[in-house]
């Protein structure tokens, strides 16, 4: 009886971790919301297969991975491979088949927005699919042909967090660059939604009357 009392309990947590409608919505363009904050690469990090940025606005620390040497640098806030190509697959945080991955250095801290450039320049790729993790580890994925601007977009709604993302695509390209973040803080508690609530309680419920009909079925000590 214990094992399925902490079962269900559980599993309620687990459906009311995230209001319903909560979304990572992911797109081509320039966004709307434009986030307020540049990625820059002013020191010029060494080369590596992860480089690290920082926000202009809240100093936050970003760090930028490959499936090989990579090189930063300002102006544009560019990220591209040593050879001047990023052409080489590797997994990010679990996901296969990736060229970028973007995460903050700070495990205690998420974003709720992003936008960001691919410049295929000399290179062969056409197509981008980009991957998003929120916060309570859901993946939000899209596939799309690579705009001719070049330009991608994140936002995430109703109380939603990005933890991290990347982008693998179908050939190679110059760089990624003009990263910008938004709605950079702390991880938050995220409050169920009122059916939520009635879903906790109704099981809560349930598992009491189990309990009392489970108790009067014993038999009394003499």
């Not at 090989?68 to 052409?87: K, M, R």
């Not at 977009?153 to 990624?176: H, K, M, P, R």
């Not at 973040?181 to 009491?208: F, T």
């Given at each position: 009886?214990?094992a399925?009392?902490?079962?269900?309990?559980?599993?309620?947590?687990?459906?009311?971790?995230?209001?319903?409608?909560a979304?990572?919505i992911?797109?081509?363009?320039?966004?709307?919301?434009?986030?307020?904050?540049?990625?820059?690469?002013?020191?010029?990090?060494?080369?590596?297969?992860?480089?690290a940025?920082?926000?202009?606005?809240?100093?936050?620390?970003?760090?930028?991975?490959?499936?090989?040497?990579?090189?930063?640098?300002?102006?544009?806030?560019s990220?591209?491979?040593?050879?001047?190509?990023?052409?080489?697959?590797?997994?990010?945080?679990?996901?296969?088949?990736?060229?970028?991955?973007?995460?903050?250095?700070?495990?205690?801290?998420?974003?709720?927005?992003?936008?960001?450039?691919?410049?295929?320049?000399?290179?062969?790729?056409?197509e981008?699919?980009?991957?998003?993790?929120d916060t309570?580890?859901?993946?939000?994925?899209?596939?799309?042909?690579?705009?001719s601007?070049?330009?991608?977009?994140?936002?995430?709604?109703?109380?939603?967090?990005?933890?991290?993302?990347?982008?693998?695509?179908?050939?190679?390209?110059?760089?990624?660059?003009?990263?910008?973040?938004?709605?950079?803080?702390?991880?938050s508690?995220?409050?169920?939604?009122?059916?939520?609530?009635?879903?906790?309680?109704?099981?809560?419920g349930?598992?009491g009357?189990?309990?009392?009909?489970?108790?009067?079925?014993?038999?009394?000590?003499?």
């Amino acid at each position: 009886m214990k094992a399925v009392i902490v079962t269900t309990l559980a599993a309620l947590a687990c459906s009311a971790a995230l209001p319903a409608n909560a979304l990572i919505i992911i797109g081509t363009g320039a966004g709307t919301l434009q986030p307020p904050e540049n990625v820059l690469f002013t020191n010029n990090p060494a080369n590596g297969l992860t480089v690290a940025g920082v926000t202009n606005q809240t100093a936050t620390s970003v760090s930028i991975t490959g499936g090989e040497t990579l090189a930063a640098s300002g102006g544009q806030a560019s990220v591209t491979g040593a050879d001047g190509l990023i052409n080489t697959a590797f997994t990010f945080n679990g996901t296969a088949n990736q060229s970028l991955g973007f995460d903050l250095t700070n495990p205690a801290l998420a974003f709720t927005s992003t936008e960001f450039r691919i410049f295929v320049g000399k290179g062969t790729a056409t197509e981008a699919t980009l991957t998003f993790v929120d916060t309570a580890g859901q993946q939000f994925q899209s596939t799309f042909a690579i705009p001719s601007n070049g330009f991608f977009n994140a936002q995430a709604t109703n109380g939603e967090q990005i933890n991290f993302f990347s982008v693998g695509t179908n050939g190679s390209f110059e760089d990624a660059r003009q990263i910008r973040l938004g709605g950079v803080g702390g991880i938050s508690a995220l409050l169920p939604e009122p059916a939520s609530w009635a879903l906790m309680i109704m099981g809560v419920g349930g598992i009491g009357a189990s309990l009392r009909r489970r108790r009067s079925r014993e038999p009394m000590l003499a």
